[in-house]
């Protein structure tokens, strides 16, 4: 079964900073892999996907993700981190019927 | 907004009794899943519908059933409530059974 895991409970960063939060896979083959993001008190909002293709994925709110074969890897990234990101982020992926999260990383915004 | 609606926002009930949770999924999409959120236990697969038939259920307790419309909504009945199935209860609706967008959950508080 495929799996995700996120190595970081809790990250806290300044506003204006770079962030970059990990996402680890568990799967031989090039898997599906998403990031959600959940503001408090909200649902899960689809940040961006990858599939096939560019290893850079573009996505919502100005995120940006990197899929790593040599490091089973998909972390996401944001160049400048506005207050309104602190949210918790989890990595996902499909796992026969369902979505598999990852235990979701908790950004704390520092002004 | 994802598209997807989910009713009621708040649910506040005793140990003992049945409740329904009600999601209509994203116009177009055939597929409803429901997750249940804790903070013990994280971002958890309760089961799928696909067109009106299940196909699949993950740790999803005998006391909850679910169920699929005609008109493609879907209901999860919770009963025998106990306090540890006070958590976020999520729906989500996907056209392609991979990408999945999320409602706005229900908050469920068993006292």
């Known amino acids: 079964a495929q799996s995700v895991t996120q190595p970081d409970i809790h990250i806290t960063v300044s506003e204006g900073a770079s962030l970059e939060l990990r996402c680890n896979y568990s799967?031989?083959?090039?898997?599906?892999l998403f990031w959600y993001v959940q503001s408090p008190g909200q649902g899960l909002q689809l940040l961006l996907k990858?599939?096939?293709?560019?290893?850079l994925v573009q996505g919502i709110k100005g995120f940006e993700a990197e899929f790593k074969r040599s490091q089973s890897s998909f972390n996401l990234r944001k160049p400048s981190v506005h207050w309104s990101d602190a949210a918790e982020y989890f990595c996902a992926v499909p796992n026969d019927y369902k979505l598999s999260f990852g235990a979701g990383t908790t950004v704390t915004v520092r002004a | 907004d994802s598209g997807v609606t989910q009713t009621p926002k708040h649910l506040i009930t005793a140990t003992g009794q049945r409740v329904t949770l009600r999601c209509s999924p994203r116009s177009g999409d055939l597929s409803v899943y429901w997750y249940q959120q804790s903070l013990d236990q994280g971002l958890q697969f309760l089961i799928h519908?696909?067109?009106?038939?299940?196909?699949a259920k993950g740790n999803i307790l005998e006391r909850f059933s679910a169920q699929q419309f005609p008109d493609l909504h879907s209901e999860l009945n919770l009963s025998s409530l106990e306090l540890g199935d006070s958590a976020l209860y999520f729906c989500?609706?996907?056209?392609?059974?991979?990408?999945?967008?999320f409602g706005p959950g229900t908050r469920l508080t068993v006292t």
């Open positions: 989500a609706s996907s056209f392609t059974g991979d990408e999945q967008y």
């Open positions: 990858y599939f096939s293709g560019d290893t």
């Open positions: 799967y031989g083959a090039t898997p599906y």
């Open positions: 519908y696909y067109n009106g038939e299940e196909r």
